[in-house]
């Protein structure tokens, strides 16, 4: 099956970005641990999760959303919000890994969103710098939720991981679960990667040899950086081969040094979804 999406002009994708950051001041709700009520939303909360064997602290944000709304997935798409996470004020941290569960892939009056509908429980692993020590998760989080209209929502949370919790959360063992395969478990046998300059960026082309996952499969492209806008991938497929193609414009609007084996690609298709890290040029 072949998604034939065409790419915006400059001036959209600029319109596009503007819109975003405007967006993004609408609504602000400053919670101690939880957000209740602002317009779509049950409940915004960290689940804090416990600490692991490792030494990291697995965590997790909760949102709970009235029926038939949405949030969007870390890719949007052209018609969502992008969810944006500033960890800066928290202590005892090195990083932050999340992992995003299986979204859905929605389309509206030609316009490609990627979501999650009434309720996410998105893991978050934490890796501090003294193992033994609490962690205090500082975050601003910044998400929009949406039915026949959006709502941006800004959260801040401020909550105290001890080093003591030990005892594991079965719904986020459930929602890292439901992650997407990763490309060796979903019997990927090779990704290669054309890049080419564009006026305003550069244009890949993803040649992926691997198994169907069913239904009338899309291919999401992410670039190293976030603040890279990518287009929505005209994706086919033809026998092992799933082809997807992709603008990616950063804020300078030229093209520029892009790292392939740093592109991430998603496949999402009626029966599972596919996280693939990065493809070979040449």
């Known amino acids: ?137 500082q975050v601003e989080l910044n998400l929009g939720v949406c039915k026949d209209i959006c709502i941006p929502v800004n959260l801040n949370f401020d909550i105290a991981l001890p080093a003591s919790q030990t005892t594991p959360d079965a719904v986020i063992r459930a929602a890292l679960a439901s992650q997407p395969e990763s490309a060796k478990q979903a019997g990927v046998r090779s990704v290669s990667c054309a890049v080419a300059p564009i006026r305003d960026g550069m244009h890949v082309t993803a040649m992926i040899d691997m198994p169907p996952t069913g239904g009338d499969e899309v291919a999401v492209l992410e670039g190293p950086d976030p603040s890279i806008w990518v287009s929505d991938a005209q994706t086919s497929r033809k026998g092992s081969i799933l082809t997807a193609s992709a603008d990616m414009v950063p804020a300078s609007n030229a093209p520029f040094a892009l790292d392939s084996t740093k592109i991430r690609i998603t496949i999402l298709g009626q029966d599972r979804a596919v996280d693939i890290q990065g493809c070979t040029t040449g």
């Open 1 to 137: 099956m072949k998604h034939t999406v065409p790419s915006p002009s400059t001036d959209l994708r600029q319109i596009l970005r503007l819109v975003t950051v405007i967006l993004a001041g609408w609504l602000t709700v400053t919670p101690a641990f939880s957000a209740q009520d602002p317009t779509g939303v049950r409940s915004i909360e960290i689940l804090p999760g416990w600490r692991m064997s490792d030494g990291t602290h697995m965590a997790a944000l909760s949102v709970e959303l009235e029926p038939g709304w949405k949030t969007y997935w870390r890719a949007p798409g052209d018609a969502g919000i992008p969810p944006h996470f500033d960890w800066t004020g928290s202590k005892n941290v090195k990083n932050v890994r999340m992992f995003w569960p299986r979204p859905e892939v929605v389309t509206v009056a030609g316009m490609r969103s990627i979501v999650y509908h009434d309720e996410v429980v998105i893991p978050l692993q934490l890796a501090p710098k003294s193992p033994d020590a609490p962690i205090e998760m």
